[in-house]
């Protein structure tokens, strides 16, 4: 055999088999497109459709829950805008000769109630869809319920290295000289 028609061949085969990736890596082993948040881990599955699926929500309720999905989204996301405030004042306190240890108290008291007011939020929010079930649905909810914090917890994916710094600075910080 020629060697053009090998490299050929080759050439070929690679294209395919990059192809083949492509492909496994858009579409689950089921052959339906991935389906997870944008931005999240591999797998990790939309939280309104687990919902809408372990509930066998009808077409009116799914509206109704749009609708609490739509305000609750606009009420973490005010909260998760002071809460990143209030990091960047907390960490920034660091790039003073001395901290000012009354105002780091403060803040962190101000992150722990932030916290707890996001906790708060989603604890009504799973209680409003709760009350969005009839009661042949009451004993799925109660499922759901018992799989919350594992199935909408926030996943800390694992650390590669223990000594491995994040990239560039932080926000608050001068560029290096």
């Given at each position: 055999?020629?060697?053009?028609?090998?490299?050929?061949?080759?050439?070929?085969?690679?294209?395919?088999?990059?192809?083949?990736?492509?492909?496994?890596?858009?579409?689950k082993?089921?052959?339906?497109?991935?389906?997870?948040?944008?931005?999240?881990?591999?797998?990790r599955?939309?939280?309104?459709?687990?919902?809408?699926?372990?509930?066998?929500?009808?077409?009116?309720?799914?509206?109704?829950?749009?609708?609490?999905?739509?305000?609750?989204?606009?009420?973490?996301?005010?909260?998760?805008?002071?809460?990143?405030?209030?990091?960047?004042?907390y960490y920034?306190?660091?790039a003073?000769?001395?901290?000012?240890?009354?105002?780091?108290?403060?803040?962190?008291q101000?992150?722990?109630?932030?916290?707890?007011?996001?906790?708060?939020?989603?604890?009504r929010?799973?209680?409003?869809?709760?009350?969005?079930?009839?009661?042949?649905?009451?004993?799925?909810?109660?499922?759901?319920?018992?799989?919350?914090a594992?199935?909408?917890?926030?996943?800390?994916?694992?650390?590669?290295?223990?000594?491995?710094?994040?990239?560039?600075?932080?926000?608050?910080?001068?560029?290096?000289?």
């Amino acid at each position: 055999m020629e060697r053009t028609k090998l490299l050929t061949f080759a050439v070929v085969g690679l294209l395919l088999l990059n192809l083949a990736t492509i492909g496994f890596l858009v579409f689950k082993p089921g052959g339906e497109p991935h389906s997870g948040r944008p931005g999240s881990p591999q797998g990790r599955e939309e939280p309104a459709r687990i919902i809408i699926e372990r509930l066998h929500f009808d077409p009116d309720q799914r509206e109704a829950y749009q609708k609490l999905i739509d305000a609750h989204r606009k009420q973490m996301g005010i909260l998760t805008k002071q809460m990143q405030q209030l990091h960047r004042q907390y960490y920034g306190l660091l790039a003073a000769t001395s901290p000012d240890s009354a105002r780091q108290a403060v803040l962190s008291q101000q992150i722990g109630d932030n916290q707890q007011a996001q906790a708060v939020l989603n604890f009504r929010h799973f209680g409003q869809i709760k009350a969005l079930c009839r009661p042949d649905q009451q004993a799925d909810f109660r499922q759901l319920a018992t799989e919350l914090a594992r199935l909408f917890g926030r996943p800390h994916p694992p650390r590669e290295g223990a000594g491995e710094q994040p990239e560039g600075p932080p926000e608050n910080f001068p560029p290096r000289p």
